[in-house]
């Protein structure tokens, strides 16, 4: 008899496809009160990407979050507060993302 897979696990491999999981979220509630799993994915060549897959209950959206560049800190905390404000990614994983503290991150998107 065939192990049934559990739903979410097939959604996560196909948002991923041939890359690896580093890092996952998952918000049975984000702020805006939809299931969603934030990703860090490692790619076989050695980029990363960032997938974000949303469950609204009537459909399942997967989107690949695009990163800006940057080299200074400023530049840092405008990419951070942009991907909070506009992508709606978390605080926890954007800390993780930029290898830094949740609470700097707090500061960072509160303006302190």
């Known amino acids: 008899m065939e192990q049934e897979?559990?739903?979410?696990?097939?959604l996560l491999k196909d948002a991923v496809g041939d890359g690896k999981i580093e890092y996952c979220l998952y918000n049975p509630r984000n702020k805006s009160g939809?299931?969603?799993?934030?990703?860090?994915?490692?790619?076989a060549d050695g980029t990363r990407k960032v997938i974000i897959v949303r469950d609204y209950g009537f459909q399942v959206q997967k989107d690949q979050i695009q990163i800006?560049?940057?080299?200074t800190?400023?530049?840092?905390?405008?990419?951070?507060n942009r991907l909070y404000h506009e992508e709606g990614l978390s605080q926890v994983f954007l800390g993780n993302l930029f290898n830094i503290s949740q609470p700097s991150v707090s500061?960072?998107?509160?303006?302190k």
């Open 68 to 71: 800006n560049p940057f080299k």
């Open 5 to 10: 897979i559990p739903m979410k696990n097939v």
């Open 34 to 43: 939809i299931q969603t799993w934030e990703l860090k994915v490692l790619n």
């Open 107 to 111: 500061l960072i998107v509160n303006g």
């Open 73 to 80: 800190r400023a530049e840092r905390n405008t990419e951070i």
